[in-house]
């Protein structure tokens, strides 16, 4: 399985914009989908969006699109999360998941890897 290692997290305010990073470690994204949630305190956790790396297709949880972007740097093997337009309600413990790309996209992240989650709170 491939590891992940999570960056980028802080506290921000209202309107502001914050980028996260999620780097693959030991092995390449190059057979993955790697997608990003997050959790809220009391809240279940939730997707936001996701990219196939091999073919580049994205897709975005309907909530967040248009405040969200969601990128590769396929020489750093590493999977971004840019959130613009940051709101209070946007505070969370944010996490990168990966898990075998399949043709049927029939994923399942819980039986894939996960990064360490990376606290992002915003501020009004």
């Known amino acids: 399985q491939v590891q992940l290692v999570e960056s980028g997290g802080g506290s921000v305010q209202t309107g502001d914009s914050l980028r996260l990073s999620c780097a693959a470690s030991?092995?390449?994204?190059?057979?993955?989908?790697v997608a990003w949630f997050r959790q809220a305190p009391g809240k279940e956790r939730e997707f936001l969006g996701g990219?196939?790396?091999?073919?580049?297709?994205?897709v975005y949880t309907d909530s967040m699109k248009g405040r969200i972007t969601i990128s590769k740097d396929n020489a750093k093997n590493t999977v971004y999360l840019q959130m613009n337009s940051l709101r209070p309600e946007d505070t969370a413990v944010y996490y990168c998941?990966?898990?075998?790309?399949?043709?049927?996209?029939?994923?399942?992240?819980?039986?894939?890897?996960w990064g360490q989650g990376t606290q992002v709170t915003v501020s009004s």
């Open positions: 990219i196939r790396w091999s073919l580049g297709n994205i």
């Open positions: 998941a990966a898990t075998r790309d399949t043709s049927d996209r029939d994923w399942n992240f819980d039986l894939g890897s």
């Open positions: 030991g092995r390449t994204f190059r057979t993955y989908v």
